[in-house]
């Protein structure tokens, strides 16, 4: 077998595939750097919205919080019964010779407020008397039974009609 000589480049040809690599590697670094660029930047898009749905959250949980605490301030407090004061004993009856406790004015005793007595409900014009009489049942006619029916109402319906059916024939001699 003949073996061919090696291909041997030229000085152009080299300047020309020296100049190329050149172009070619610059063109790697400008695409890498591109890519490097849109994965952080989508990082960075991915981080910003977690941080506005985390500050969602809170401001919705904040709001929550808030309308809550409003409704415990709105309900009435439980009305604290007032209990009354006991009675203080009477004094006894000063004796005439002393005048200094004549001078001083009796104090009036503290009496608990007694809320009014609730008025009975005013009695209607005219009096309606309840119907002692219940109206009478309908019974579902055969056709809205079918509509509306589940198997076990079917069957029970068959019995009784077949009961009814027995009876009356027992019964017609």
């Given at each position: 077998m003949d073996?061919?000589?090696k291909r041997q480049l030229t000085e152009d040809q080299?300047?020309?595939l020296a100049?190329?690599?050149q172009k070619a590697n610059e063109?790697?670094?400008r695409n890498y750097e591109i890519k490097k660029f849109e994965r952080d930047n989508m990082k960075y898009e991915k981080e910003k919205q977690k941080q506005m749905k985390e500050q969602k959250q809170e401001e919705a949980y904040n709001a929550v919080i808030e309308i809550k605490n409003k409704r415990e301030e709105q309900k009435p407090q439980p009305k604290k019964t007032v209990k009354a004061k006991p009675k203080p004993e009477p004094e006894p009856e000063p004796d005439e010779e002393s005048e200094e406790d004549e001078e001083e004015p009796e104090e009036e005793e503290i009496k608990p407020k007694v809320p009014p007595p609730k008025k009975p409900p005013t009695p209607p014009k005219q009096f309606k008397r309840p119907s002692r009489i219940p109206p009478p049942r309908r019974e579902p006619t055969d056709e809205q039974l079918y509509?509306?029916?589940?198997?076990?109402i079917l069957r029970q319906r068959l019995y009784q009609q077949?009961?009814?059916r027995l009876q009356n024939?027992?019964?017609?001699y």
């Open positions: 073996d061919k000589p080299l300047k020309k100049i190329a690599r063109t790697r670094k509509d509306n029916a589940n198997i076990e077949t009961r009814q024939d027992l019964f017609s």
